[in-house]
Structures are given as structure tokens and as C-alpha cells.
């Protein structure tokens, strides 16, 4: 797990991921401008956002690997989240304005039901306070502006929509609220916000959501994230090497000789048979480029050593 580079501001470029435990209250940009103090190097981005009021996993990516977070953030996530039944608000979540509250009187046998309407493949409406562009402006820029703002509806996959946990307010039939937690397994582009708020709307009581941690991103998951002081003491140290965040992701290819070369000058490869995004690696087991099969040829997405 050892990165190429060092922390310090005049050293070598670190190369890597780093898989933080993200804390509430902070932005994902706020994150990566700590990474960036903490690597002493300004080459850091993000993989999929996360709301200030949500927790978990967030991928960084340091130096070489920022060109992997594309390709990373197109993944599979989970999250574990908590939806209140009985009140809408503006964003969707526990940061909006109440919009309108509404008893909430729902057998279990009517939500189980609701939860597997929206399980599979389905058209979701992003919440108006998502990241979505339209005419090149965030919704949610927009929205703070004052302007009304409706987006298409974009076709996500639940992969799965579990109840954990339900917790009723005063046991009364006419109470108003009730918790559920849930575990969602989702592809990349669902909204959590916009589900909690399909499911309220379904079930005719409205919601919102309430709390967010994301536990995986793709091959990730909190087992291998750092908090952000763990992150700060360790440094380079808490940085996934590039070769072994390839391997983690994605499908392996190993080449050597003329091939090895082929990949660092960008050459297409022959195809072996493997459909879909893989990394393939030389002889030293190092990772030297991202790439895309088809029928007729290996294309490289991203090739790390150039060259």
C-alpha cells in the first residue's frame, strides 16, 4: 500500500487514492482542499460528491490517479440512510425548509410494497438542489438564485432497497412522522434525497431525508477509509498506490515486450476477449494504462506511464 511520492510541498508527486471517512458538515471541495494541504501538491480531486450533511466514502485521487476518478466514480455505491415519512421539504433533506406535514398511517405489508415499486431499473427526477447542469449552471445554483428549476427524469438502477429498522412516533395512527432506516445498493447518478422523497410521495405522506452514509464506492468501502486526522498524521502513508487501486478496481491484464511498449505509446492492443474498462500492467506489475475492449481492439482510456 505503499505510495510513490512523499508528503512533503517540495517532494515527489504522490501518486494514489485515499479513501476518506468523510465527516458531516464539511463539502466534498472542502476535502480535497485539506488533501491538497495535507500532500503538499495541488493535483487532487474528487469521486462522486457528498452532500455536506452526509458521511462515509469518499474517493480522492492524488497526482496521477485524479485521471482514474472519472472511471472510478461511474461505480456501484451503497449507502445506509434514514427517511422521515410525514413532512416534505425545499431540498428534499433534513438541510430544507418544511414544506408540508402530514400524518403518516402505513401497514407494513403497503410499504414493503412502495420500496419494491422503486427497486430496479427506474426514471428518476434528481432533487432541484442536485449538482445536475442545466445551460451550464448547477440546479442548486440556480435554485439559490430564486429560479424555478425542473429536471428530466435520468433512468438509475436500485440494486436493492432494504428495511432495516422503523421507528413510529407515539405508535398513533394518525402520528406524525416515522423513521426508517434503509440500505440502498444503487448505480452511479442515484439520488438518495429524491428517493427518500418518491418513496413519500407513494406512500401519499410525503418525506425527506434525514441522515446519509455512503459505505462503498465500488470496490471501497469503510473497512479501508481513513478519518481525516488519521489521513493528516499519516500523510502519503494513508495514500493506495496507484498499481494497487487499478488492481482493486478493475479487471487485470498483464503484458510484456512489445505490448508493454505498444501501451505506453498509446498503440491499440489486440483484443483477448475481455469486454468493458480493465487496467493492464507490465512486466515489473506495474499499471500502465486504463483501457476499453471491443471486438476489433484494446483503445486506452488513460495511460499512466506514458512513454
Partial sequence: MSPRGSRSAGGPQVDGLVVVDKPPGLTSHDVVARARRILGQRRVGHAGTLDPMATGVLLLGAGRATRLLGHLALTDKVYDATIRLGRTTTTD????????????????????????A???????????VSAVKVG???????????EQVELAARRVTVHRFDLVARRDADGAADQ????????VGCSSGTYIRALARDLGAALGCGGHLTALRRTVVGPFGLDRAVSL????????????????????GFARRDVAGDAA??????????????????????????????????AEAVRSLVVFAPA
Fill in 93 to 116: 433533506d433534513a438541510e430544507g425548509e418544511p414544506l408540508e406535514d402530514r400524518p403518516v398511517d402505513v401497514a407494513p405489508a403497503r410499504l414493503a410494497e412502495a420500496m419494491a
Fill in 261 to 294: 511498449v505498444d501501451v505506453r505509446h498509446g498503440r491499440r492492443l489486440a483484443p483477448v476477449g475481455r469486454p468493458g474498462t480493465y487496467g493492464v500492467f507490465g512486466p515489473d506489475g506495474s499499471v500502465l494504462a486504463l483501457v476499453e475492449e471491443s
Fill in 229 to 248: 486526522d488519521t489521513f493528516a498524521e499519516l500523510g502519503a502513508g494513508a495514500v493506495v498506490g496507484l498499481s494497487e487501486a487499478v488492481s482493486a
Fill in 118 to 128: 422503486l427497486t430496479g431499473t427506474i426514471d428518476q427526477v434528481p432533487s432541484s
Fill in 176 to 183: 406524525r412522522g416515522c423513521d426508517l432506516d434503509v440500505t
Fill in 136 to 146: 451550464g449552471v448547477r440546479a442548486y445554483a440556480r435554485v439559490r438564485a430564486g
